[in-house]
């Protein structure tokens, strides 16, 4: 045992490090406070109905809560044959968050860099560099859990294929399931996917290196192995996968049903949709000046020595109403803000950190592992597709043609994959240095990378606006806003605009002289070790403290202490107005609210009350993403609200700004008899028939659900009744009574994915009726009518879940017999005479 703490003793110091890194940066988690994060917000609205049940020890997979009603695949649903489940329920019971997101960057960096041979103190100062780039850190700002939790994975996931690239199949291919599968349970497959892009570019280098080489067996192997691990890593998650690409095809990043108005591809998002979020071509100088665009919209706040203030100051506005003006301006007005760049706003830069666009320069040079290829090759092309709009010639091929990459939005966020290439290419060219015999070529080459990031640093100190305008896309529009609310006083508005302008310089000028700054002193380290002034260990660890020091400046600015609250404040943070609490009275289990005034894609407020008819959800069914785009955008269809039962209608005063609430007598209710059905030809004419009808009397139905009615049965009972008896999200329990056999329409989705409808126990048709709803036939007399939710997908899937956990129980099991054989046992110490 003694043995084995020396033999690892710098590798747990290493761990204590990131431990008390993980105390100092994140403090208040350890308190017991939570992050303040926008989209946690709006998944608490979104999970509402799912976690009252819950509470309840009851599991569902369907919610009524948001859009009407929707699976719960990507909202919340347990996988307890997962066995990764229980490995993320261990890791978040044990580490607060973000603590446990941040450890296990920290911690699979750190395995990443020990497997490419880097001594542990510069490992420990790539897994700084790499998990607080900043992109990582403004993802738990904003409450991007699941994403940054996916990326944490990108690097154990590479040092284990990397382990079996080398020959270390079973240990490689163990880890590589283990760690892909813990990928994949993360949920975020856009993440998934852009780490599988680099992943095909590094297995086709060195797919061409063993050709070269005439090597091809042992690559082959380790494909086998990798191969058979992502198997079993699919299998883990079948349950998931399978529930989220069933789901997938039906939501709006599916095929459009419409084909009159649809702009989208054939099967996947809208482009400007897709690349709303598109990284500016310039906006890469951020990888190494974080504020060269102005930081993030709203962060950055002016003081009264910034030229905005001046400006105002000098109108005669008091200082502090002057500071006050500046930051409203600069926060809020389009074109204004100091983010200059393009996008419809952002949260913080790309920044990648001073001391490693340096090093990455250097290794550029200096590297002659063939690795660095692949790094190069998977820089570029992420930097190309994440320009998206801004360049769109390679994002344009990948999204017509490359299958899946059409249904991701915000093409920017691939950069996540460049900013781990970054830190290994830059700590791979310091080890080359340690390893280096002949240092004189070395310093050379350093000095060119001096002159070259150095140079261009300097030059954004002395003459930034020679390289950048600092003036954005709308600064137009800005200066006509800001020319109104000056009472239009053009002159004015000019000139603060000027102003701005100049602030973003400074701003830009500023953080160009600190990153110079890291330069200069990473430069300096690095000759003192080649000049043998410092031995390897005083010089990592110099490397691993510039690179902290580095990162976590410019984090700050995004993740303070005042981002976290206390639980309590944070679950009290949504509190219900007075017409919430009118309705909240009201006991009906399932009826619907529309609230005027919220937004239709990202309402989180009104689920954490109502079972609403709008939400926040990227994961929206696409045929109700089409019925509000045709029927509530223009104009509200009346008509459309009663068939969704929509109970209750908020609204806003336009002039008093008061909210009131309406009831709607002529909601239709949960279930109805209609009188006649009118069949359409197709979605389009199934659209424009809803948009003027009576739905209690009339029912609109696809012809391609003809042969599920049996019309010479039909009959008119104008006293039959349908009654809604039992409420569960996926388990709906009906009553009715007719004298006749009838057409019932049901206020609930229509997804036949997994719903199964019951009549007096026996399994019975259902089809689909006004472009969203349920409908189905019932026979003459008293019947139970039960929706029941059961898709194959989540319980089949289970059961491949369960067996793929199994197989990766025994792959690790194998993984650890097999490195334990290979140790040559231990003598036994010789007896003393």
Sequence with gaps: MNNWFKRNGTHLAVIAIFLGICFFFLTPAFQGKTLGQSDVLGAQSTQKEVMDYRAKDTTILWTNQIFGGM?????????????????????????????????ILLLGTYFLFIVLKLNPWLAAAGAVAFTFSSYNIILLVAGHSNQAFAIAFFAPILASIILTLRGKYILGGALTALFLAMEIRANHVQMTYYLLLSLIILMAIELYHALKTKNIQPYLKSLAYIGGATLIALAVNASSLWS?????????????????????????????????????????????????????????????????????????????QAVNYAQQITSSIPGMTTYWGNKPGTAGPYYFGAVVCFLFLFGLLIVKNRIKWWLLATVVLTMLLSFGRNMPFLSDIFFNYFPLYNKFRA????????????????????????????????????LLSLYIVGGL?????????????????????????????????????????????????????????????????????VWAFIKQKINVIAFSIALFALTLVDMWQIDRRYLKNENFQDKLEAAQAVKPREVDQFIMKDTDPNFRVFDATADFRSDTFNPFFHKSITGYSAARLKRYEELFLSQFT??????????????????????SQNLSMQVNETACGHAWFVKSIKYAENADQEMQAISSFDPKDEAIVDKQYKSVIDEKQLGAAPNGKIDLVSYSPDHLVYQSGSTASQIAVFSEIYYNKGWKMLIDGVEKPYFRADYVLRAAQIPVGNHKIEFIFHPTSYYTGEKISLAGSILLVLALGGAVYSENKKKPAVKPAAKKV
């Excluded at 919340?76 to 261990?90: G, Q």
């Excluded at 897709?274 to 002016?302: D, H, K, M």
């Excluded at 223009?634 to 002039?655: A, E, F, R, W």
């Design 457 to 525: 640093t300097l030059l954004f100190v002395v003459l930034p606006d020679l390289i950048l305008s600092f003036k954005a896309e709308d600064q137009a529009t800005g200066i006509s806003t800001l020319t109104q609310a000056f009472q239009n006083n053009a002159a004015l508005a000019n000139d603060v605009a000027a102003a701005i302008v100049k602030d973003r310089i400074s701003l830009a000028r500023t953080d160009a002289i600190r990153s110079l700054i890291f330069i200069l002193l990473t430069f300096g380290i």
């Design 634 to 655: 223009k104009s509200i269809n009346h008509d459309v609200l009663d068939m969704l039962n929509t109970k209750y209608i908020i609204s806003q005063d336009p002039k």
């Design 411 to 446: 093409v920017e966020s691939i950069l996540a994959v460049a900013s781990i290439c970054f830190p290994i290419l830059a700590f791979l060219a310091v080890q080359e240095i340690v390893d280096a015999k002949d240092r004189t070529v070395i310093l050379k080459k350093l």
């Design 71 to 103: 699976p719960t695949f990507q909202i919340w649903a347990p996988y307890p044959d997962n066995i990764t489940t229980h490995v993320v329920t261990i890791i978040k019971s044990t580490f607060p968050n973000p603590v446990d997101t941040v450890l």
């Design 244 to 320: 989220t690409y069933d789901y997938g095809t039906e939501t709006i990043r599916g095929k459009s049903n419409l084909t009159q108005t649809a702009k989208e591809p054939s099967n996947g998002l809208e482009k400007d949709y897709a690349y709303q979020w598109s990284q500016g071509v310039a906006e890469c100088f951020t990888f190494l000046i974080p504020n060269a665009y102005g930081g993030g919209s709203g962060t950055e706040r002016l003081d009264q020595d910034s030229e905005t203030a001046k400006v105002l100051i000098a109108k005669g506005i008091p200082q502090d």
